[in-house]
Nanobody, 126 residues
Framework: QVQLVESGGGLVQAVGSLRLSCAAP????????MGWFRQAPGKDREFVAA????????WSADSVKGRFTISRDNAKNTLYLQMNSLKPEDTAVYYC???????????????????WGQGTQVTVSS
């Protein structure tokens, strides 16, 4: 069982920045590929970005490329999402998720992830 706790959400004006964190207590954090997903009201959950266990492989949705950066600090068992140049359409609940192995590499399917956090709200005002 992997417990994930997101933080860092909030209200920000357009073109502003936020950094989300996802804490994952435990000694096996680096065994998991980690991803960020988001869900806006009335919409399906969508893939944002993901990173391999070592941090050497990253992939992200076209809608956030050049604006969002995913990273991880395995010594701190923490996943990050740096979000810059935020837009109102980025408003959503953001979730971190964990998946074992390399099957998720390059893929955006949320069903590949076994563990999920409770989510943190990000609201971008225009």
């Amino acid at each position: 069982q992997v417990q994930l706790v997101e933080s860092g959400g909030g209200l920000v004006q357009a073109v502003g920045s936020l950094r989300l964190s996802c804490a994952a207590p435990g000694r096996t954090f680096n065994s998991y590929s980690m991803g960020w997903f988001r869900q806006a009201p009335g919409k399906d959950r969508e893939f944002v970005a993901a990173i391999s266990g070592t941090g050497s492989i990253k992939w992200s949705a076209d809608s956030v490329k050049g604006r969002f950066t995913i990273s991880r600090d395995n010594a701190k068992n923490t996943l990050y999402l740096q979000m810059n140049s935020l837009k109102p359409e980025d408003t959503a609940v953001y979730y971190c998720a964990a998946a074992l192995g390399a099957t998720v590499f390059g893929r955006t399917d949320s069903t590949l992830y076994m563990y999920w956090g409770q989510g943190t709200q990000v609201t971008v005002s225009s």
